[in-house]
């Protein structure tokens, strides 16, 4: 069974950077496409960004484009999200997704992905 961990949460100060790791553990095999998503308190989950398998596709929400990017390293199952310019309302947990069954929905919908991880808690301090 695939787990999901991500690391690389905490306290930043507004206008700082975070490096997120998602890593998975008990993948026999393939690299599925992964995404992260971000819920605050209150508020719905909300797509960040998503990579395919093998690199070649990458999306951004709005709202992170031109201060993000997104990579993977599949030798070690291990996807990283990086966001730059942070700002207090970005204060969430954020989670990271696989899509273990393929599908055509689209890579910012939730649904897409199959298993989820705990999410690690990103605060952003004014």
């Known amino acids: 069974q695939v787990q999901l961990v991500e690391l690389g949460g905490g306290l930043v100060p507004a206008g700082g950077s975070l490096r997120l790791s998602c890593e998975a553990s008990?993948?026999?095999?393939?690299?599925?496409?992964i995404g992260w998503f971000r819920q605050a308190p209150g508020k719905e989950r909300a797509f960040v960004s998503a990579i395919s398998w093998s690199g070649g596709s990458i999306y951004y929400a709005d709202f992170v484009r031109g201060r993000s990017t997104i990579s993977r390293d599949n030798a070690k199952n291990t996807v990283f999200l990086q966001i730059d310019n942070l700002k207090p309302g970005e204060t969430a947990v954020y989670c990271c997704?696989?899509?273990?069954?393929?599908?055509?929905?689209?890579?910012?919908?939730?649904?897409?992905?199959?298993?989820w991880g705990q999410g690690t808690q990103v605060t952003v301090s004014s």
């Open positions: 997704a696989e899509v273990d069954k393929e599908n055509n929905l689209p890579a910012s919908s939730p649904v897409r992905y199959d298993t």
């Open positions: 008990g993948r026999t095999f393939s690299d599925p496409d």
